[in-house]
């Protein structure tokens, strides 16, 4: 079936470094969304790209969608432990939204 | 702006009994509400969608005559779940989108709302 693959699973980093996670769809998606997701509480949406090598960035966050619509890549500069929480990308493909599994950001004490 | 809830945030149960969960859409329209189960660490699950005054469109699994999905207004979705077991123990999310369908290409968001735990003993 559709699957799309998140990567990693998780990404421990101390504050100030950057992250990123990595969405790849075994199919061409027609839009792909990022959610947010604190501990403990529901998913958060963030944003939704459609367009193919589409770049929005929203203050420290950038995200990107692949020139063929089957990769999307989240990266956050320079962390600060307001961004913990697990980031979910969603792809929408023949009317499903398929769910990456989540990269989990945890800040290094 | 766009705040959906949810009620009850969670509930017990013993098996065989039925559950329901309201998710409302408190200061928006929502032509679409969309239904997620959240195991533990895992990702979200899509349910169903349902638009209003239209029977609910189930993804592949989901057993329909289960999980009674009712969208009876442009503010109301109902979920209820027959004759619980204790396998149906999830937490139970909800969402609305306030324009536009599931199809359609147009950029649209998804406001979830807080969840609900269901623990069925």
């Known amino acids: 079936g559709q699957q799309v693959m998140q990567i990693p699973q998780y990404q421990h980093v101390q504050e100030g470094e950057d992250f990123t996670t990595y969405c790849n769809s075994s199919?061409?998606?027609?839009?792909i969304q990022w959610y947010k997701q604190r501990p403990g509480g529901h998913p958060v949406f963030l944003i939704q790209?459609?367009?193919s090598g589409e770049v929005k960035k929203q203050k420290r966050l950038t995200f990107q969608f692949g020139e063929a619509k089957k990769n999307s890549s989240l990266h956050i500069t320079a962390t600060q432990t307001t961004d913990v929480g697990t980031y979910f990308c969603?792809?929408?493909?023949?009317?499903?939204?398929?769910w990456g599994a989540g990269t989990k950001l945890i800040i290094k004490p | 702006g766009a705040v959906v809830s949810q009620h009850p945030s969670w509930v017990i149960c013993k098996s065989g009994t039925s559950v329901k969960i309201e998710c409302r859409s408190l200061?928006?329209?929502?032509?679409?509400m969309f239904w997620y189960r959240q195991f533990p660490k895992q990702s979200l699950m899509l349910m169903a969608t349902?638009?209003?005054?239209?029977?609910?469109?189930?993804e592949q699994g989901v057993e329909k005559d289960k999980f009674l999905i009712n969208h009876a207004s442009l503010t109301l979705s109902t979920l209820t779940v027959t004759s619980a077991h204790p396998e149906d123990s999830s937490f139970y999310i909800c969402?609305?989108?306030?324009?536009?369908?599931?199809?359609?290409?147009?950029?649209?968001?998804?406001?979830f709302g807080p969840g609900t735990r269901l623990t069925v003993t």
């Open positions: 200061d928006f329209q929502a032509t679409t």
């Open positions: 199919t061409t998606l027609s839009n």
């Open positions: 349902s638009n209003e005054g239209s029977k609910a469109t189930y």
């Open positions: 790209l459609v367009k």
């Open positions: 969603a792809g929408r493909s023949n009317y499903q939204l398929i």
């Open positions: 969402s609305a989108s306030p324009q536009g369908s599931a199809g359609l290409l147009s950029s649209y968001e998804q406001y």
